[in-house]
């Protein structure tokens, strides 16, 4: 199928027209697929960037493994199994997911995230959804942290969230302790 067929050029020199360095690492990669999925990165090839020129792309403050994830993504709209990104690859490809405008990766993350949730990892997911702002993924948190409060909230990691998200921690209360409806 075509879906299969485009995969298969992942990290493929074939036909390839621009190089990513990553930790160390060049990737080759086809403009169009990374176009067709970010803004960022459509912007990056097509204006006054360097990379444009160059056919270049330099990234940091990601490991090859993520970056790697997050191009097998572009070229194949899926994240890998189960066994190979757990909660904290999860978050660090939702953050280049973010990074580059790649909204459906977003998604996807997040619903990933939903499924990897504990009471180790809920305040690291909540300070995320509320520093991006996402919705979507605070609702989720919330609903996860509300559901676990009297574990949660004597917890170091509890206070240190409400400290930095004051926010976070009202709407969890909210979510805990639900308003009666009048009527």
Known sequence: DFAGDVQDF???STFSD????????????HKIVLAAHSSVL????TTDFKESTTNCIDVGDVS?????????????G????QSDVGFTEIKELYLLAH????SAL??????????????????????????????????????FAAGHM??????EIWKQLVKDFPEAGYEVMLNFFPQKQKG
């Open 42 to 45: 459509m912007k990056m090839l």
């Open 18 to 29: 621009v190089k990513i360095n990553v930790d160390k690492k060049t990737i080759p990669a």
């Open 150 to 155: 009297e574990d949660l909230i004597a917890s």
């Open 10 to 12: 992942c990290s493929s």
């Open 64 to 76: 090859f493994g993520i970056f790697e994830h997050f191009l097998k993504y572009l070229y194949s």
């Open 106 to 143: 977003k998604q996807e993350c997040v619903l990933k995230i939903s499924q990897l949730l504990t009471l180790d990892n809920v305040c690291d997911a909540l300070r995320i959804a509320y520093k991006y702002d996402d919705d979507n993924f605070k609702q989720i948190a919330k609903n």
């Open 99 to 102: 990074l580059y405008d790649v």
């Open 78 to 81: 899926k994240i890998g199994e």
